[in-house]
C-alpha cells in the first residue's frame, strides 16, 4: 500500500510534526482494551501510528465524501475477511456515536486534520467512520502481536514484536506490503531453556502452564470456530467432536489449581507444590474423558466416515459460506487438530515423571506418586489405543501448526534454518531467517507437468523446492558439497493453495500453488496421507490468521452476551464500577507483568485491587501490607477482608426471574462462582497468609486480633480453601512458638569465626572495659555485629508514616529507637572520651585509637560505624581540636577524610561504595530517614477528587520502595563470635549520665575549650589520665585462623630479625621503672614509645601493620617461635637478677605465656638446656 500518489504527504518535514505522536496515548487504551495484562514500548505504539497514516492515506485517495465512498474504498483495498469485519465495527461506532463516543482514538483532533488532507470539508460522521476502520485495524495489530509476546512468555510489545507477528500474518502482509517483493523479520532469539536442556521443578511447572495456556487456546478454536458450525447445522454431524467440551474443562480447572498454587506459594519455599492439583483431580477421575475421546477419534474408519459427511450434497457449500478458505480448514487442519488432546494428555504422563524426580518437598513427591499411581489405568488405555491408530509423536511435532512460534527451541529453529540454507547450492536473496520464524516441515514432491521430483523445505514465510545433487562425489576445493541445488522459492503470502481432486490416468493426491501473477505449479505426494499432512501445514498456514480471527471475534461475541452478573453495590460494597472518584490509575505506566498500577483509592478500591479476581499482583500486596497502618488500623484491615470474603450472590435479572423464578440460573450461578467468588476468596486467604508471615508483629501487639483471624479461617470451607487455611494455621503455629521460646540465633557459617582479640583488659575484667583497654579490633566487631542486630531488627512498618517522630513512637518503632539511641550515645561516647582526656598526648592516642576502630568498621562493612565516628570528629567539641590532630600520623588523616567523603555531595560516594560491596554490611540508617522523611512531608496523604479525598498510595509505594531496599541488607549475618561481656557494656553506654541533652553539649564544648583554649601559642599542661599503656595493638588479627579482617603473614614464613629497647642503667633515666604495684594496673609505657611518635620501627607500640605482640594474645596461651638470629636480648626478673642471652646464630625456642598484662613467664631452650624464669614486660622481642 503506498501513499506517493497523494498531493498530502504525511511524512514530510512540513505534515510530521502535525501527525507525529497524536495517536499514540490513544494506542495504549486500545492495548489495554485487548490485551489488558500487556504493555507496549513507546516505539512499538510508533511504528504503528506510522501504519496507521500509511492506511489513512490510502483511504483519503479516494477523496470520500460520504461514509458510502469509505465502505466501498475498504471493501476493495482491504484484504477478504478483514473488510467486512472492519466496516460492521465502523458501522457500530457511528450508532453508538448518537448516544456517546466509543472509540478510543482523537475522532476530534482528527477530523480538522482531515479537511486539511483533502481540502475540503468533510462529515463528522464520516470522520468517524474513518477513525473506526483505522482503530479496528491498530486493535487487529496489537492484538496479533500480543498473542505472540504472550506465547514466547513475555510482557512487552517491541517494534521487533510487531514486525515478527505481523510477518506471519498473511491478511495484514496483504494489506501493508502486498507490493514489496518479500519483508525482512527479525531472528528470533530465544531466552527460554530449550526442551533438551535440565529443567529445575519450577521451571518444568512454568512451562506446563505456557503449554496449557496454549493447548487451552487450540481447545477454544475446535469449540469455538468449528464444532459450532456443526452443532447449529442439521445436516453436520457434531459427535464428531466426542468429549472436547469435558476436556475443556478439566484443562481449566487444573489450570486453575496449578496457578493459584504458584500464587500462594511460601517465599521461603523452594518451589511451588503442584502435587495436590494432579492428585486431586485424579482422585475425581477428571481426566477419564480422555481415554473416551481417544477412542472415538483413532477408531477405525473415522477419517473416512468424516469425508464422507463433509461430501453431503450441500455441505461444501455451506462451510464454504462461513468463510473463505473454512471448508480446506475443515477438511485438512480440523482432522490434524483433533489430535492435540490425545498429545496433550500423554505430555501429562511425561510431566508427573519429571515433577516427581525434581521435587524436594516429601510431601509432595507423595502426592505426585499417589497421582501417578491414580492415572496408571488411564497411562496403559491411552498408550494402547495410540499404538493401534497413530505414531507416537510429541505434540511440538504434530502437523497442525496453528502457532508461528512454538514455546520451545526457537533458537534450535533458527540453527536448523540455517544449516537448511547451508545445504542449498545456489541460494540467492535475503537469510531464510530473515523472512522466516519457524521451520514447518521438509519432504519428496512430484512437479507434476516436468514429472520432476523435487525436496521441499516449508517454513512459516517461505516454500523452497530443490533438485537433489546426485552428481559424483566432488573432490576437495572443487567446488559446494551442498546436497541440494535450490530451484524456485514460493513466498506463503503471495501464494494461493488450492485442493484438486484426483484424476484417472493424470494425477493422484496433487495441490495447486497459484501465485500473483495467475501462473500455478502443481505438486503431487505418493499417498493420500502425505497430501494430507502437506494440505493441513499449508491451510493452516494460509488461513491461520482468518481462523484466530474469528476465534477473537467469538470469544468477544460470547464476554458480550455472556457478562459475568456481580452483585450490587447496595449489598457488595466492593461491586462498585471504577470510576474517577474511587480509583486513579498511574498513566501509561504498567507493571512489568502488565497489571496496572493503582495511583490513589478509596480504601474499599485498594482492598478490591488486592483481591482483584482478574488477576495477583504479588508486589500490591507487599507495598500494601507494609503501609497501610499509615491509613488503616489492623483490626479495620481484618474487618475489610472477612467483609470482601462474605460474597453474596448475584439477583437474577427480570428475564431470569420470568423464566426461572428468584434464583439465578444454575450455569450462571456456576461461573460467577468458579470465575469470581473463588479467586477472591483464595486471595483473601493469600493476604492473611503473607499477613501472620511478614507481619505477625500486628498480632503479637494485639491478642485480640489474632484470635478473631483464628476464628475467621476456622469458618473457612471448602476443598479448595483446605490447603491454604492449613498453611495460614502453621505459620501462625511456628510464629507463636518463637514468640514463646524467643527467636533462635543459632545460625551455621560455612567457616568458623574468628576468635576474640583481647588488649590490656581480659575475659571478666568489665570494670577495666574502656576505650583504651579493650582491643579495637573486638571493639569494632562488638559494635557491628550489635549494629547489624539492630539494623536487622527493624520493620518496614517502623518507616511508615514516619511514626518515629511520633507521640507514640515507643509502641509503633522500638527497633527504630533502639538504633537511634544507640548510634546516638556512641558518637557523645567517642566524644567524651577525646574531650575528657586533658592530656596532648593521651588525647592523640585515644583519637588514633577511633581512627583505628573506623578502619576495622570499614573492613567490615560497617557503613553505620563509620559514619558514627565521622560525625563524632566533625562534632563542634572534637573538630576545632586542632593542636590534637597535628599529633596524629598523616597516613590515620587520611583515613579519616576518605571516611568523611562518604558523606559529601549528598553521599554519592556512600551510595555508590554500597552498591559495590557484599553482604553482609550495615548501612547507614541516617540516609533511609531523610529519604523517608523528604517522601513523607514532600507528598499529601490523600490525592483530591471530584471533591473526595483518596488515598495517596503512590505515596505510600515510595516509601515501600526506601523500605525494600533496607530490607534487601537484613538477610546476610555476619560470621563473627559474640563476646557477652563487651557487648552489655556497649548496650549499656550512657555518656550523658543524668545530664540533659543541651548540658551535655554545654559540658563537652567547654571541655574542649579548657584543654584547647582559643587563641593560645601553647597549651595548657594536664597529668596524664591512663595508667596502662597507650600502644595500640594494631588492627591486625593475632590468629591466622579466616576472619573477617586480613591477616599477617605466619613469622616463620617471613624473613625476621630481632630488636630491644634498653634498660636504663639507673632509675633515674628516662623515669623509674619498676615492678608495678599491683598485677591488674599496667605500666605506663616510656615517652620514647608514645603514640603519637611512631618513627622507631623496632616498638612494639608503632606500625599497626606489623604482627602482634605475644602479649596482646587473645587469651592467656603459649606462644612459640624460633629465632635464628637471636641478638642480645634484656629482661628484668621479678628480684631484680638481670638475664642476659648473648650468642648469634644459635637456635632458641622461646615459649611465653601470660600471667598478667605486665608480667609473664619465658621458657627457653638452648642446648637442650631448659630454663624458666619469671619477668617483669620492659621491654619485649618483636620478629620484624
Known sequence: ?????????????????????????????????????????????????????????????????????????????????????????AQAAIEKRKRRNPLALPVDKIHPLLKEVLGYKIDHQVSVYMVAVLEYISADILKLAGNYVRNIRHYEISQQDITVAMCADKVLMDMFHQDEEDISGFPLMDEEPSASEEQSYYELVKSFMADGRQFLRQLDLIIKVFREPFASNAMLFSHIFSRIVDIHEVTVKLLGLIEDTVEMTDEGSPHPLVGSCFEDLAEELAFDPYETYAQDILRSGFHEHFLSQLSKPGAAFYLQSICEGFKEAVQYVLPRLLLTPVYHCLHHFEILKQLEEKSEDEEDKECLKQAITALLNLQSSMERICSRSLAKRRLSESACRFYSHQMKGKHLAIKKMNEIQKNIDGWEGKDIGQCCNEFIMEGTLTRVGAKHERHIFLFDGLMICCKSNHGPPRLPGAGSTAEYRLKEKFFMRKVQINDKDDKEGEYRHAFEIILKDGNSVVFAAKSAEEKNGWMAALISLQYRSTLERMLDSAMMQEEKEEQMRLPGAEVYRFAEADSEENVVFEE????????????AGTVLKLIERLTFHMYADPNFVRTFLTTYRSFCKPQELLDLLMERFDIPEPRPSEADQLEGGEQPLSAELKRFRKEFVQPVQLRVLNVCRHWVEHHFYDFERDAHLLRRLEEFIALVRGKAMRKWVESI??????????????????????????PVEWHLSKPGQTELFDLMTLHPIEIARQLTLLESDFYRAVQPSELVGSVWTKEDKEIHSPNLLRMIRHTTNLTLWFEKCIVETENLEERAAVVARIIEILQVFQELNNFNGVLEVVSAMNSSPVYRLDHTFEQIPSRQRKILEEAHELSEDHYKKYLAKLRSINPPCVPFFGIYLTNILKTEEGNPDFLKRHGKDLINFSKRRKVAEITGEIQQYQNQPYCLRVEGDIRKFFENLNPMEDKSEKEFADYLFNKSLEIEPRNVRSLPRFAKKYTCPLKSPGVRPSSARPGTMRHPTPLQNEPRKISYSRIPDTDTEGGAVSAPNSPRTPLTPPPASAASSSTDVGSVFDSPQGPSSPFHSSKTRSSHAACPD???????????????????????????????????????????????????????????
Open 1 to 89: 500500500m503506498q501513499a506517493a500518489q497523494l498531493q498530502y504527504d504525511f511524512f514530510n518535514e512540513e505534515n510530521a510534526p502535525k501527525w507525529r505522536g497524536l495517536l499514540v496515548p490513544s494506542l495504549n487504551k486500545v492495548l489495554s482494551q485487548v490485551h489488558p495484562n500487556l504493555v507496549s514500548q513507546q516505539e512499538a505504539l510508533q511504528y504503528i501510528e506510522e501504519l496507521i497514516l500509511l492506511l489513512l492515506s490510502m483511504l483519503c485517495q479516494a477523496q470520500p465524501r460520504s461514509v458510502q465512498d469509505v465502505e466501498e474504498r475498504v471493501q476493495k483495498s482491504f484484504p477478504h475477511p478483514i473488510d467486512k469485519w472492519a466496516i460492521a465495527d
Open 588 to 599: 501509561n505506566v504498567q507493571s512489568k507483568s502488565g497489571i496496572p498500577i493503582i495511583k
Open 729 to 754: 494455621t502453621k505459620i501462625i503455629q511456628r510464629k507463636k512458638q518463637v514468640q514463646a521460646s524467643g527467636p533462635s540465633h543459632s545460625i551455621t557459617f560455612q567457616n568458623s569465626p574468628p
Open 1126 to 1184: 637471636l641478638q642480645n636480648m634484656t629482661l628484668r626478673t621479678c628480684n631484680n637478677e638481670v638475664l642476659i642471652l648473648f650468642s648469634s646464630k644459635i637456635p632458641v625456642n622461646i615459649a611465653m605465656e601470660i600471667i598478667s598484662p605486665d608480667i609473664c613467664a619465658i621458657n627457653f631452650t638452648h642446648s637442650a638446656q631448659p630454663r624458666v624464669c619469671v619477668c617483669v614486660c620492659v621491654c619485649v622481642c618483636v620478629c620484624v
